[in-house]
């Protein structure tokens, strides 16, 4: 794919929503257009973290090992949305599988190439930062609901 | 005493009465809620309700409980009340066959307004059993499809197994008239929906804050991210209308147990726009 295509196709997700365009140049060096046919394992828990993927279309499952039973799936990512941040917390390793559950279209961005140029420029490193706290704070938001269980704790349509 | 006041006496109906009704059937949405649809008999001639509203539902010689009722308005004879088996009346109801009778009284409270959504999108998001009192809703704005622009209808569970109405969700799925986007807290490899809570749908709609009535209901604490995903949309409070809920006896303001602040819920609510419980919402000890 040509490097004015992937440029468009940054542009044009969310995640990257009014990023300078030097920054975005940083990104094109580091992106690939990937896709991935439903079932496929994308991340496995445990292994080396190195992608950063931005979802274009499709939809992927987290899952998490539990021993004696079915995988567990806990949270599923769509378009528009971000997979894994692994590769910018030491020391690098999916905390969770990824599976395809749908046929999914994603950029994928070097880990490492991302973490030098983090590294290096500071103030790309902090508008990548910055975009990812965002993240990590609704997921946990949302992850805090999930525990709540609020369904089972529901009583009623009125009250019952 | 007139004469006049003679007659309205004779002619009020005690709303603590209630009329007996005969079950039709019951059909479980899943472990514990079921769906309970009523005969009315000749009671039905007279007996309309809004989206939104809720009857009393009497087990003699056990009690009452406060039930939303989950049927499309317009269809009369029959009515649908969604329940959670949870206590002593709704065990109860859950073990009621066809041909049993039961009573009811209302129906009462306030309804869900569809004339301010008229002209605009309308987003109806839902949580556990929350779907229940929004299905008539539902059911009115697909007979007046027209009248509306887009139909967003958000929908969180517990698991797959847990949701409720499957065949009809399904169903709207498929209607192109209606965006459905379902959730669940947790599920397994063969569930390929989406695994979240209901808050988390919201990145994958546009809302046209100016000109989208958004009607939502659920556990408390579910509305209120959910108010805040609607809020920081833009969504003015406006034009917000939530369905509350707290322990119901009289159901006609008189008793009290369903204060909450200034307002009595079985009165003034359920369905309330938000500006009117918004402060509410955030007190502890209500």
């Known amino acids: 794919m040509e490097k004015e295509d992937l440029s468009e196709l940054l542009q044009q997700h969310p995640f990257l929503a009014g990023l300078a365009h030097e920054h975005m140049q940083v990104l094109v060096g580091c992106a690939s257009n990937v896709r991935f046919e439903e079932g496929t394992v994308i991340m496995r828990e445990g292994q080396m973290a190195n992608k950063f993927y931005l979802i274009r279309s499709g939809r992927v499952a987290l899952e998490m090992q539990v021993t004696g039973k079915d995988d567990l799936r806990i949270q599923t990512v769509g378009p528009g949305e971000t997979l894994g941040w692994s590769w910018l917390i030491s020391p690098y390793r999916w905390h969770f599988t990824g599976v395809s559950v749908l046929e999914t279209r994603a950029l994928a961005l070097d880990g490492e190439c991302l973490r030098k140029k983090c590294e290096t420029d500071s103030e790309f490193g902090y508008a990548m930062l910055k975009r990812l706290s965002q993240v990590m704070e609704r997921r946990i938001e949302a992850t805090r609901l999930q525990l709540l269980d609020v369904y089972g704790m529901q009583q009623t349509g009125v009250s019952q | 005493m007139t004469r006049k006041s003679n007659a309205l006496m004779e002619t009020a109906p005690d709303p603590m009465i209630t009329q007996p009704v005969g079950v039709r059937r019951i059909i479980w949405e899943n472990d514990d809620t079921f769906t309970l649809t009523l005969d009315l008999g000749a009671f039905g001639e007279n007996f309309h309700f809004l989206p939104g509203q809720f009857n009393m539902v009497y087990v003699y010689g056990i009690g ?223």
């Not at chain 2, 989950?70 to 709704?90: C, E, F, K, Q, Y």
């Not at chain 2, 509306?148 to 969700?169: H, Q």
């Open chain 2, 64 to 286: 009452e409980a406060a039930i939303s009722i989950s049927s499309d308005p317009a269809r009369g004879h029959t009515l649908d009340h969604t329940i959670h088996r949870v206590g002593l009346v709704t065990t109860a109801l859950a073990q009621k066959k066809r041909g049993d009778v039961i009573g009811i009284r209302g129906p009462y409270g306030s309804s869900w307004p569809l004339d301010v959504a008229r002209g605009k999108d309308v987003c109806i998001a839902s949580g556990g059993i929350g779907l229940a009192p929004l299905r008539p809703i539902l059911y009115n704005i697909m007979k007046k499809r027209e009248d509306f622009g887009r139909v967003i209808l958000l929908y969180g569970g517990r698991s797959p197994l847990d949701l409720l109405y499957r065949v009809e969700l399904e169903k709207w799925a498929n209607d192109f008239r209606v965006e459905v986007l379902v959730t669940v807290d947790r599920g397994d490899s063969s569930w390929k929906g989406h695994i979240g809570v209901v808050t988390s749908l919201f990145q994958y709609i546009k809302l046209d804050a100016r000109a989208t009535v958004a009607y939502v209901c659920g556990p408390e604490i579910m509305m209120k991210y959910t108010i805040d995903e609607l809020e920081r949309r833009g969504l003015p409070q406006t034009q917000i209308y939530l369905s509350m809920e707290r322990n119901m006896k009289c159901a006609v303001g008189f008793c009290g147990h369903c204060q909450m602040g200034p307002t009595f819920i079985c009165k003034e609510g359920p369905v309330y726009p938000l500006p009117r419980v918004r402060p509410l919402l955030d007190k502890k000890e209500l």
